[in-house]
């Protein structure tokens, strides 16, 4: 392990498939692991670890195929990620686990079975329980993975704007006129133009670049959409819960927050006021999560 300079050490864990799990570790207390979402890496969680700091050491992996671990590998399944899990717990000694969205839905999963942890936090971990949505979500990954296998990175990031833009706008959290001059934009050729930079961001940044993060959420979305009849494994999941999530967020969360809620054994759920999907990575608000991690954390 070695110290940086951006105040953090790092380390390693070996998962069962020996795949290295890189992580950043800092602060001072009882163990937390922050399990970064799906297009991000540890550095999207540094903001809501440094809101930790005072009262917990924060333990920051990079998920399998993103910065300090090994690849993804040929197969990846839910249990590669509890697996991964569980390595980066025994080797820093951690107590607790949160994640957002897919690292909150693998925060939950991995704490099946896996006693060193004694509480689990998730915020919006989507799980498919027939909620109303649930086709809509299946229609976007998929198109999403086409068009990142087809090597159309660009168009699919143009492609999950105009989907966002057109759910805010139904939602009225953005006017409708607004929506509609983006929704105007055209996926192909401006896919394309943006693609280039994308590239040459990936020339700068490797394995950190989005392009390679977009690349790395592909196979996810499989786990994700595999959920669909799994609720029942969430009994076994004997650790108390808390399961956040936020007002301004597509109501599908908050009702896989719901259906996660009926089946857990011991679990809280909490709105938090004006934050949306984004709100626990360092681009959102996670000053308000973190509070709601640290009275939990600490009871």
């Not at 839905?105 to 079975?113: M, R």
């Not at 759910?167 to 401006?190: E, Y």
């Not at 301004?248 to 011991?266: E, K, N, T, V, Y």
């Amino acid at each position: 392990m070695r110290a940086s300079a951006a105040t953090y050490a790092t380390g390693t864990a070996m998962s069962a498939d020996g795949t290295t799990i890189g992580y950043r570790r800092f602060g001072e207390g009882p163990g937390v692991v922050l399990l970064h979402g799906g297009v991000n890496s540890a550095r999207h969680m540094m903001k809501l670890g440094r809101g930790l700091t005072d009262a917990f050491t924060v333990v920051l992996p990079d998920r399998r195929g993103r910065g300090m671990s090994g690849p993804i590998g040929p197969a990846y399944r839910i249990e590669r990620e509890d697996e991964d899990l569980a390595a980066v717990v025994a080797a820093t000694g951690a107590q607790f686990v949160f994640g957002p969205a897919d690292g909150g839905l693998f925060a939950l999963h991995g704490a099946i079975g896996l006693h060193r942890i004694s509480k689990v936090a998730a915020y919006e971990p989507l799980i498919m329980a027939g909620q109303p949505g649930i086709e809509e979500i299946r229609r976007v990954f998929t198109t999403m993975q086409e068009l990142v296998t087809d090597g159309r990175v660009g168009e699919a990031v143009m492609f999950s704007v105009h989907e966002s833009v057109l759910d805010a706008a139904r939602r009225g959290q953005l006017p409708g006129w607004l929506a509609s001059l983006v929704h105007r934009i055209p996926v192909s050729p401006t896919g394309a133009a943006l693609e280039v930079l994308l590239r040459l961001e990936r020339a700068r940044r490797g394995d950190l670049s989005m392009w390679d993060l977009l690349v790395a959420l592909m196979p996810e979305l499989d786990l994700v959409m595999a959920t669909e009849g799994t609720l029942e494994q969430y009994r076994h999941l004997e650790a108390p819960a808390l399961l956040l999530s936020g007002s301004r967020s597509d109501p599908i969360f908050a009702a896989s927050a719901q259906a996660l809620h009926g089946m857990l054994p011991r679990s809280t759920m909490v709105r938090l006021p004006g934050l949306n999907h984004d709100s626990a990575q360092s681009y959102g608000k996670p000053d308000a999560i973190a509070a709601a991690l640290r009275v939990f954390f600490s009871s």
